[in-house]
């Protein structure tokens, strides 16, 4: 269960529902789906694992669109969820298990993912989402804990 103590309940459930939508348009690659959930500005950022960042919005499509056609299939499960909301900003961050088929054979992937989101006319909308891979080797698992 996430952690949302700073969160009304209303902002709460309208966030990991976004955030789900998120997951769900990766996973659909439906990338008019992904569209809807960002908030449109020029100021939106995407990092996704060992890309350079993403500064606009016809860039960012174009990343989607990019990502979507690499893979056959993608399947994503959220863990390590947490969620701050301070006024009009939101931090989600989670670990994304990425299972995926692509020319190279089933893939599995650990990505640590922070997601900030805006309160906007319209509602809550994503603004950044940053996705790192997340450390696997014992040493460093360690090392930060």
């Known amino acids: 269960m996430p952690d949302t103590s ?5 902002d709460t459930r309208a966030l990991l529902r976004l955030n789900r939508a998120f997951y769900d348009a990766f ?10 959930i960002w908030a449109g500005r020029d ?4 990092v996704h694992p060992c890309w350079p960042t993403i500064h606009t ?5 174009a ?3 990019t990502a979507f056609a690499c893979s056959g299939f993608v399947q994503v499960t ?15 961050c989670c670990t994304e298990r990425l299972h995926s088929l692509s020319e190279h054979g089933p893939q ?3 990505v640590r993912s922070t997601n900030i989101f805006v309160r906007t006319p319209s509602g809550w909308r994503l603004t950044l989402h940053h996705g790192s891979p997340a450390a696997t080797h014992p040493l460093l698992v360690s090392a930060v804990n």
């Open 78 to 92: 959220l863990s390590d969820t947490t969620l701050e909301i301070t006024g009009d900003t939101a931090r989600l």
């Open 57 to 61: 919005q016809a860039d960012a499509r």
């Open 27 to 36: 996973q659909a690659m439906d990338e008019d789906a992904m569209e809807r």
């Open 63 to 65: 990343s989607w669109q």
């Open 6 to 10: 700073t969160a009304s309940t209303n």
């Open 43 to 46: 100021s939106d950022i995407s």
């Open 108 to 110: 599995i992937r650990t």
